[in-house]
């Protein structure tokens, strides 16, 4: 009986979050030759390298919020206020992210994920500056069940709220 255990740290940075591993027991099964566990620790402590890393920081340029068509025109049409910027219509580029470490709980079945974050859309100039049209503060909380379905990983996403 060979117990293995790990943790995710942040490069270069061994300290760590201040997690506590909670054991677990692995159901005694013996049809297969390897058997994988993952446990809350694993993914609490991933959440943390991740987001201590910066890697829930993302940019979406404006050449792909052009290629999906997201512009100053269609956020004025949902946000009245964002009009009165500039008349000019200028291309719009978009800032995701996270703003605490997302928390993730493992359940019979499925897992949730809870993230914080903001999103801020800015217009780019004609000088590649940037204007700040405005940011929103967002909260998710959404459930996945992963499944194996011919062969294949599959998921279902749930967003609770």
Do not use: W
């Not at 052009?66 to 269609?74: G, L, V």
């Amino acid at each position: 009986d060979n117990h293995f255990q790990g943790a995710v740290y942040p490069s270069g940075n061994h300290t760590g979050p201040s997690y506590v591993a909670a054991p677990f027991v692995i159901p005694d099964q013996s049809d297969s030759m390897l058997y994988l566990a993952f446990s809350e620790y694993f993914f609490q402590t991933s959440s943390f390298a991740y987001y201590t890393a910066g890697a829930f920081n993302i940019t979406i340029a404006e050449e792909t919020c052009s290629y999906f068509n997201i512009s100053r025109e269609i956020f004025g049409s949902i946000i009245p206020e964002v009009r009165e910027y500039s008349v000019t219509p200028y291309p719009v580029m978009l800032k995701l992210m996270a703003t605490e470490i997302p928390i993730i709980s493992l359940q019979q079945g499925s897992f949730t994920v809870e993230i914080q974050g903001s999103m801020e859309a800015l217009a780019v100039l004609p000088d590649s500056t940037t204007q700040s049209l405005f940011t929103i503060n967002m909260a998710a909380n959404t459930s996945i069940a992963p499944n194996i379905f011919d062969q294949k990983l599959m998921g279902s996403l749930c967003l609770n709220r």
